[in-house]
């Protein structure tokens, strides 16, 4: 398997990464460099691992109870956001229903 | 794209089939959010209930809500769903501004629940029509983005972000957007017996995703569907898939091919069109949640949430079959519409020792006055304990029908006992002679021919002069000893 | 330098313990001890100008956390200066992760580290440099200038927590925090001559450390000597409600029973498995020969020296490489310039997402998210993440199957270099290599350890201990008899 400038483009896209055309053609081959190391892992004999032991944290999840209070803040949401009115924070308005279906 | 509503109707393409699967969101009623201790209350100022772990900080971590689960496990068994004693959260990435960690906390291989189904009603041959539920799993409400608050901003509240959340997913079972339309119901139903919701699509509570296909009559093998989104109400769901099956038929009439996407419904139009989206198919790159351990239930639990599930309303429906001797079936669908009604109705029946009174009294009266107040029975002013007593004292004679009605109509403006108000308007049925005579003379007064040609023997006045009497008395006369006292004034 | 125990007038020359009963005694205020450690750092250039150590002092340390512990009983670290890596969320001073995109961002709540350090009476005096986001081995990738080595300033301190590691090394303080991903402790320690250790996984509550890989992630501690560190991990480790992760075990006293178990002969009746996967033939001789020296003092005291195989160790960084790169793509997500932190306006939304993240993150960090990205997309995951996975399991088969084998401890190498100068390596795979001995105990979950074993041309070596689930206790015990054996051999 080896990355392309397309495969650099799409990941970049998919983490919301500005890449400049210079910097996305270098992380074509930094990251085939790296991937090449990854592919010794197929020939590993993995068979005996059970599915089960996929997840990474093993153990129980603890449950809490459904009460309060809520985790005090030290500081304001204001004092952190970038840009904030009314107690929205606000973002450059979406001018189509990009994404929408992402929603739940 | 546009789907030209109703010029393909449903009707206008019988070659094709419409093949639905729905995946509703519903919320649990816990108090706190499902990974941290902020409030579920709706209605607080935008972002009031946000901390580290809901705004995302960096550090905070997530703890499941006991609660939550509870609430989802009762859900899926009241679904007939075979809890998993091992269910896993996953991380569901996509960038969205009201989705603070940038994914989603979810299931997604090893969800909590498998394998339900809803019955819908039965077919001509009184089968019963049961739709699959594929899976149950728990998950993370989003926040909230508004677009049209600020100029050239949208603005975002994450009140909403972490609100504990199942996903209901269906088999691809239903044919019709009427069957749609009664899973929807038999589903929102089954869950309010359950407790887990209050489920109210338009404060948001429950919301609905379609998978609309459409393929030849015959077939068996799916079409490809598309996922229709944006739907806020039971009716609008019924619209949606009309339309977009009428498109689906259109396109494949013209030999076209259907492209696997996402359509959203627009109510105002009356017309699904596609999600817009750059990126074309999503990659959520779903992985196991390194924060959360998987979710371990023991037999014992699922057995003891098994146990103390609520009565549903299939069993609530036969069994007032069994107890309430002459309710009919459509009584019994209406008095177990909502949990709350049937226990309202069976406060009335127990107390008044007669269900098909109370049940005439529940249908016609009740529901009419909810209706027109615009309240659900929880709020009702009136208890069932005083409808109960009103229903006997008609039993016993002491109210006319007519008069029970006033005495109601006074009940829902006060809350007052029956027979206080009945006293108080001199409501009480009179069966007291000198009373009555007064009556009879003062409309013999005021009637004086129709009084004269009765006695003369004109026999067929009895029945108007019975009336003013009647209307004399404010409907408060027994018109039984009326009869008898006006028979005795003939003249033999 | 100075070396550990020299100077017992000094306030350095004070093991945290011997410091903090000073304190108690009142031989010295809390805010001479500040004083104290923020004049020694100025004296060894500790700044951004020299050799970069310290991102953010508090000098209202002393106030502010002793303010806390009035009226109660001193802690075990009353009155002793610690030293933070900016991952580690604290309220009193910035937690900017060594990244621009958290440039000046004070987090508005403690991590519980934090909170349980200053309830054992420990003053948070500074906040220390760090590759971004932990991505590193050099400390170079920190937006804010690579950090010096302060036994060599042309050379690296190691990392991610080299900071921290250079703090203890330069004698600021005796203990300080850092966390591990794949051996960001260890690798510094190893590199500064001091004690590095790394506990089990859910240890210590990851609550309010900045999420790299969540489930390779660690909080760890430096010491300048083996009790030092073990005082400081007492104090923190334990479960929290507020960490899914974090485990109940009993928390031992490390330090007594390192103290009990190392009188007389140290090592009898335990076994020592020395791996051969982490004594290659490629390996520094000079490196070599320092192990085989610790491992003749252990057996001099009566440990039993067996050879051992790890046979998937050689798998390590490949699996590493995939794992943590996938659950960081996730966990910095949310640096999105939405709520907190760097926003740089673009075109709309995206544009918005794209120029706060590109400007926001450094090279090695952009690398490992797409990285991330590109392991978990469709049609790769099985490949990568998935295979990952299961090699891990075989990794931590390994680890159990040589405990289960009766071997008590493992002895190795912490890493296969000493110091390298500034610069010196480009490539970012062999960075990467520099990790090869420390990340398979990340990758299992076990405890382990990295004290000064002797130095090469000045530049100190690390030897380092690893242990079973919980096994700390041992670790430290070990350690403790280690360090009394070398004595001043650690440091020639
Ligand atoms: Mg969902
Ligand atoms: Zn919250």
């Not at chain 2, 006074?410 to 009945?422: F, H, L, Q, Y």
């Not at chain 3, 004083?35 to 750092?41: M, T």
């Not at chain 3, 430096?222 to 991990?233: E, H, I, K, M, Q």
């Not at chain 3, 090699?391 to 390994?398: K, P, S, W």
Request: charged share 20%; with cysteine; net charge negative.
């Amino acid at each position: 398997m080896s990355v392309t400038l397309d495969d650099v483009r799409h990941i970049a896209s998919l983490a919301r990464l500005g890449l400049s055309e210079p910097r996305a053609e270098a992380l074509v081959a930094e990251l085939n460099t790296i991937l090449q190391h990854m592919d010794v892992l197929s020939e590993v004999d993995t068979s005996t691992v059970a599915d089960e032991s996929i997840t990474s944290v093993s153990g129980a999840a603890p449950l809490r109870l459904d009460a309060g209070p809520p985790i005090p803040l030290a500081r304001s949401r204001e004092a952190m956001a970038p840009r904030m009115q009314d107690g929205f924070f606000l973002v450059p308005r979406l001018s189509t229903h990009e994404d929408l279906e992402a929603s739940s | 794209m546009s789907a030209g509503s109703g010029a393909h109707s449903l009707s206008s393409s019988p070659r094709y089939e419409m093949v639905v699967g729905l995946e509703v969101h519903v919320h649990l009623d816990t108090a706190t959010k499902i990974f941290c201790r902020c409030s579920t209350d709706f209605g607080a100022p935008p972002n009031a209930n946000t901390c580290p772990v809901c705004l995302a900080l960096p550090g905070a971590l997530p703890v499941l809500n006991a609660h939550a689960v509870g609430l989802a496990i009762r859900a899926a068994l009241a679904l007939g769903c075979a809890v998993q004693r091992t269910s896993v959260f996953a991380r569901k990435n996509y960038f969205y501004p009201d989705l603070p960690k940038g994914y989603q906390i979810s299931q997604f291989d090893k969800p909590l629940a498998l394998g339900g189904q809803v019955e819908i009603g039965t077919n001509a041959d009184g089968w019963p029509i049961a739709i699959g539920v594929t899976r149950v799993h728990m998950e993370e409400d989003a926040g909230k983005s508004i677009h049209d608050r600020f100029a050239g901003a949208s603005a975002v509240d994450l009140n909403r972000a972490g609100v504990p959340l199942v996903e209901i997913v269906s088999e691809p079972d239903m044919r019709t957007a009427a069957q749609a339309d009664a899973y929807l119901r038999a589903l929102k139903q089954i869950l309010e017996y359950a407790g887990v919701s209050d489920v109210n699509m338009e404060e948001g509570s429950l919301r609905v995703d379609a998978n609309v296909s459409a393929r030849l009559m015959g077939e068996t093998a799916l079409g490809t569907k598309t996922e229709v989104k944006n739907m806020n109400s039971f009716s609008s769901v019924v619209r949606a898939l009309d339309v977009e099956f009428a498109r689906q038929c259109a396109i494949l009439d013209a030999g076209g091919r259907i492209e696997q996407q996402t359509m959203l419904w627009d109510a105002n139009s009356g017309q699904v069109r596609p999600a817009r989206s750059k990126e074309g198919s999503h990659d959520y790159r779903y992985f196991p949640e390194p924060d959360l351990p998987p979710l371990v239930l023991s037999a014992e639990q699922i057995d003891q949430a098994r146990r103390e599930l609520p009565e549903l309303p299939k069993a609530r429906r036969e069994r007032y079959a069994r107890e309430f001797a002459g309710l009919t079936e459509y009584d019994i669908d209406v008095l177990t519409a909502r949990p709350a009604t049937g226990e309202y109705f069976e406060q009335v029946a127990r107390a008044s020792g007669d269900a098909k009174a109370a049940a005439n009294w529940m249908m016609g009266e009740v529901l009419a006055a909810l209706k027109v107040s615009d309240q659900e029975i929880e709020n009702f002013g009136v208890q069932s304990s005083n409808v109960a007593a009103l229903l006997v004292m008609v039993r016993d004679g002491a109210l006319s029908h007519s008069a029970a009605k006033q005495v109601f109509a006074s009940m829902v403006k006060t809350g007052e006992a029956p027979a206080r108000i009945a006293e108080r308007d001199g409501l009480l049925k009179v069966s007291d002679d000198s009373a009555l005579l007064g009556w009879i003379d003062a409309v013999f007064v005021e009637c004086p021919d129709e009084a004269k040609r009765f006695v003369g023997g004109e026999r067929r006045l009895l029945g108007v002069l019975v009336g003013h009497v009647m209307k004399k008395s404010k409907g408060s006369a027994d018109p039984k000893r009326v009869n008898q006292l006006l028979a005795t004034r003939l003249e033999t | 330098m100075s070396a550990p125990r020299d100077d017992p007038s000094s306030l350095a020359g004070l093991s945290a313990a011997d410091l903090a009963a000073a304190v108690a005694r009142g031989d010295r205020s809390a805010t001479q001890v500040v004083e104290g450690s923020l004049q020694r750092a100025r004296d060894a250039g500790a700044g951004r100008d020299g050799l970069n150590i310290l991102l953010y002092e508090d000098a209202d340390a002393a106030s502010r956390d002793h303010g806390t512990s009035v009226g109660v009983a001193p802690g075990p670290l009353f009155g002793v200066p610690v030293v933070v890596k900016d991952n580690i969320a604290t309220t009193a001073m910035p937690t900017s992760c060594g990244s621009r995109i958290l440039e000046g961002y004070v987090s508005p709540y403690d991590a519980t580290a934090i909170v349980r350090l200053r309830e054992a009476g420990a003053l948070v005096i500074a906040k220390s440099n760090m590759d971004e986001f932990a991505m590193g081995s050099s400390t170079e990738n920190s937006a804010f200038g690579p950090t010096k080595n302060p036994l060599a300033p042309d050379r690296v301190p190691g990392g991610s927590s080299g900071g921290s590691a250079a703090a203890v090394a330069a004698g600021i303080v005796r203990v300080a925090l850092g966390s591990e991903t794949g051996g960001s402790v260890r690798q510094p320690a190893a590199f500064c001559g001091v004690v590095g250790v790394k506990p089990t996984y859910g240890r210590v509550s990851r609550y309010g450390l900045v999420a790299f890989a969540s489930s390779l992630d660690h909080i760890g501690v430096f010491g300048r000597t083996v009790d030092d560190a073990a005082l400081c991990l007492q104090t923190i480790a334990g479960f929290d409600p507020m960490d899914s992760t974090s485990r109940a075990e009993p928390v031992p006293d490390y330090r007594a029973g390192a103290r009990s178990a190392s009188k007389g002969n140290d090592f009898r009746g335990i076994v020592v498995g020395k791996p051969k996967e982490y004594f290659p033939d490629d390996l520094d001789s000079r490196i070599r020969e320092k192990c085989d020296a610790a491992l003749e003092h252990m057996k001099q005291r009566g440990a039993v020296i067996r050879d051992v195989s790890l046979p998937h160790t050689g798998l390590a960084i490949e699996v590493y490489y995939i794992i943590a790169p996938a659950e960081a793509s996730a966990n910095l997500a949310r640096f999105d310039g939405v709520r907190y932190g760097l926003r740089i306006e673009g075109h709309g939304l995206r544009g918005m997402y794209e120029a706060t993240r590109s400007a926001g993150f450094g090279a090695e960090v952009t690398r490992r998210i797409l990285l991330g990205t590109y392991v978990l997309s469709a049609g790769y995951y099985d490949a990568y993440y998935r295979k990952a996975q299961q090699v891990r399991a075989l990794i931590a088969r390994d680890f159990s199957a040589v405990f289960d084998s009766g071997v008590d401890l493992l002895f190795t190498p912490t890493t296969p270099t000493t110091a390298f100068p500034l610069g010196a390596k480009s490539d970012p795979y062999e960075m990467y290599l520099s990790d090869i001995f420390t990340c398979t105990a990340n990758l299992a979950g076990v405890p382990a350890m990295s004290l000064p074993i002797g130095r090469i041309d000045g530049l100190p070596v690390g030897g380092q201990l690893i242990a079973r689930h919980f096994g700390e206790q041992g670790l430290f015990a070990a350690a403790y008899a280690l360090e009394l054996a070398l004595g001043e051999d650690a440091l020639r």
